[in-house]
């Protein structure tokens, strides 16, 4: 088991990783779960598989699990769905003091999040992940959101849990495809600055998907060190440094967008081809050698992920592409701001990238040539 704190200055929470959790939650929550009722939202999927589980690690502590359970999928994070969650909060008589539970991947994380965030001003709520992805990124760091009709995640609030559990069991369940996904956000903390820890990946990334518990765990707990650090230093992505765990996402971004954010390609397989993207990007600026970029998409296709834009058969062209990059929140007075590398490790920000030398470069890419 690993514990790693997320030292925000006026809330510090912690991030507990290990196999197991979930079957003791009540001792696990430390003592937040104040009354009997326990109001946890989740969705089918994960219900199916870990509602047994929950619900009798709740009763067997004298809990009564309250149960909200959704529709999987990104169209639960909508207006809708967050006013019906709110209005049943309400209907359950929480109190800011009580913690909601949130199991489930990132749209139930962030969802739950949101409503946790406005609902009374702001009342806790507690993580549980039940994706890689939302192990290594989405619960920790306290952003939520919701989608509107203008895109993803344009309203939401920061609002950080009290606590994460990342239980490394739910993962056996998890289909292979969205571990693949997942994986993807965790090689991203090796290329923004860490290079020793891509090289781990490179040599253990075949373990983690087969199931080794030990290498899930220092994934898993490495992971969310890093982003620890960064959202202790940068909460809001005020000064820049929270900006850098968006390498690979405006690319990646403008491909989910292309492909209507729809399962032809999920947010991690997005983001795989989106940093393969911003490395080339980098090599065709001069800023990192090709081989490099290479290397990276090399271990991509290693681990069975696709890392080829043009292995999407787009029929779009590299303006499309960078006309959807165009709507991107981090989009500031006209520039838009792209994480490039210097090399693998060597992440930063640089706000001068034009955008039809990108579209230019996209075309190629395309192509595949
Ligand atoms: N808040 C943040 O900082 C942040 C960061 C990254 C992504 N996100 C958001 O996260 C969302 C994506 O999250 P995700 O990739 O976890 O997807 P998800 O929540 O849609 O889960 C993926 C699928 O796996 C199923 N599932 C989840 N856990 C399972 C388990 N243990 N066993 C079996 N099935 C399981 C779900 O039902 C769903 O069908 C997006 O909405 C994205 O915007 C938020
Ligand atoms: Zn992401």
Known sequence: MAIISVNIADRPYEVIVGAGLLADLVPNCGGRLRKREVPIITDTHVHAAWGEVVEAALRGHGHEPHWRVLQPGERTKSWNELA???????????????HILALGGGVIGDLTGFAAAILKRGCH????????????????????????AAGKNLVGAFHQPSLVLADL?????LPERELRAGYAEVVKYGLIGDAQFFSWCETNGGA?????????EYAVAHSVAHKAQIVAEDERETTGTRALLNLGHTFGHALEAET?????????????IGMVLAARYSAHRELMPSASAEHISHHFQTMGMRSEL????????????VGHMLHDKKMDAGTLPFVLMHGIGKSYIDREVELEDVARFLDKELAGT
Request: aromatic letters at 4%.
């Open 84 to 98: 019906a969650t709110v209005d049943w909060l309400l209907a359950q008589g929480v109190e800011r003091g009580d």
């Open 125 to 148: 709520f507690i993580q549980l992940p039940t994706t890689l992805l939302a192990q290594v990124d989405s619960s920790v760091g306290g952003k939520t959101a919701i989608n509107t």
């Open 169 to 173: 069991a739910v993962l056996d369940t």
């Open 208 to 216: 983690l998907l087969a199931g080794d518990a030990a290498i899930r």
């Open 260 to 272: 209507g954010y729809s399962s032809q390609l999920l947010h991690g397989e997005a983001v795989a």
């Open 310 to 321: 043009a292995q999407l058969g787009l029929s779009c062209d590299g303006q499309a592409l």
